[in-house]
């Protein structure tokens, strides 16, 4: 609480700074808690529903807990027609999630994005930060259970 204080008596009186109070908000909690918001609300006199508005906008910010790993299964047209679609429905039946969740014990959060910028490797996916690539719906279930072995 003490660094969330301190990011809105840093930036909360800063006209056009809510961008940067929602982001290092994020940093710190890992999503936006409907308590910060509020209480950005609050101090520094910025409607709720504009908030939201800007939240909702930006596609970076989250309004629920990410999962440690965040894969991102890119969607972009040499991916697509590589089969970026049937990869990306094995890693969600292999999570029991849907695009956008989480899995309960906040391992996994999958996304699909409009392009990853690794034309080359697709179809692709990336797992915070790193790209695997010339995927099959097999191989990408093989790295996702080979995280989950890992991370126990």
Do not use: W
Request: aromatic content about 8%; overall charge negative; proline content about 3%.
């Amino acid at each position: 609480m003490e660094e969330f204080r301190s990011v809105l008596d840093t930036y909360g009186r800063e006209e056009g700074s809510l961008i940067t109070i929602l982001q290092k908000t994020q940093e710190i909690y890992g999503y936006l808690p409907d308590d910060a918001i509020r209480s950005i609300a609050d101090y520094t006199g910025i409607k709720l529903a504009k908030i939201y508005g800007v939240i909702s906008f930006y596609a970076q910010f989250r309004l629920t807990p990410a999962g440690k790993y965040e894969v991102l299964v890119c969607q972009g047209t040499a991916c697509h027609v590589n089969g970026s679609n049937a990869i990306q429905e094995a890693i969600l039946q292999e999570l029991g999630i849907e695009n956008g969740g989480t899995t309960a014990d906040n391992l996994f959060t999958v996304n699909s994005v409009a392009c990853l910028g690794c034309c080359s490797l697709s179809p692709v996916m990336m797992i915070n930060g790193e790209a695997y690539g010339n995927l099959t719906p097999d191989s990408a279930k093989s790295i996702i259970r080979g995280i989950k072995e890992a991370a126990v």
